[in-house]
């Protein structure tokens, strides 16, 4: 079985500041490794996606992910917030040998204050 | 443009009420499922359905059933409302490939 543990339940951070969301996974087998983000009042949309290769992943919205086996772990990262960035980000992690169930962490709530 | 598409975006019912929350999909996808989303412990499978009539548990099915009588169409099923029920449903669908598309949730309150 998989586990997908965010370290933050909530970050908060001033416009124009970096930010990094921290997510550790544990697993027997192979994984894929996924952030979400919500924005408030909606559903769930994909910033981005680790498969294969390059162990840093860009995103949308300036976001980008790195990849780290050794650690398993997969933080989330963003040089400059802007307020539209207020939202809750989830890791997530899917085994390579299923075709479709993911398994989330609890989530991190972004807040950006000017 | 992928649509997921839920039928009510809030639902209040009583305890013991049977409640169906409805999921439609236009992407011909294959694959549907059902979380229910808590604070603080994020989202939790109910149910999935890889074709038409399939299902399979997730990890918290107690309470729950589905129903998918066509491809664009998942129904989730609470057969007699509890107040531990109360919370937000997410449903979402995948070709098979690596994207979940989610709806915009439906917040239910059982009173």
């Known amino acids: 079985a998989q586990s997908v543990t965010q370290l933050d339940s909530q970050v908060p951070v001033f416009e124009e500041a970096p930010v990094e969301l921290r997510c550790n996974y544990s697993?027997?087998?192979?994984?894929?490794l996924f952030w979400y983000v919500q924005y408030p009042n909606q559903g769930l949309q994909l910033l981005l996606k680790?498969?294969?290769?390059?162990?840093l992943v860009k995103g949308i919205n300036g976001f980008e992910a790195e990849f780290n086996k050794s650690q398993t772990s997969f933080h989330l990262r963003k040089p400059s917030v802007h307020i539209s960035d207020t939202a809750e980000y989830f890791c997530a992690v899917r085994r390579t040998d299923s075709w479709g169930k993911l398994q989330f962490g609890a989530g991190t709530q972004v807040v950006v204050t000017p | 443009d992928v649509k997921v598409t839920q039928s009510s975006r809030y639902l209040v019912k009583r305890t013991g009420e049977k409640v169906f929350l409805e999921c439609v999909q236009d992407?011909?996808?294959?694959?549907m499922f059902w979380y229910r989303q808590d604070p603080g412990l994020g989202l939790r499978l109910i149910y999935f359905s890889y074709d038409v009539k399939m299902k399979e548990k997730g990890d918290i099915p107690e309470g729950y059933s589905v129903s998918r009588e066509k491809k664009e169409r998942f129904s989730l099923i609470l057969e007699s409302a509890s107040t531990n029920q109360t919370s937000m449903y997410l449903c979402?669908?995948?070709?098979?490939?690596?994207?979940?598309?989610f709806g915009p949730g439906t917040r239910l309150t059982v009173t």
């Open positions: 680790y498969l294969s290769g390059s162990t």
């Open positions: 992407m011909d996808h294959e694959n």
């Open positions: 979402a669908s995948t070709p098979g490939t690596y994207e979940q598309y």
């Open positions: 697993s027997s087998v192979s994984v894929y």
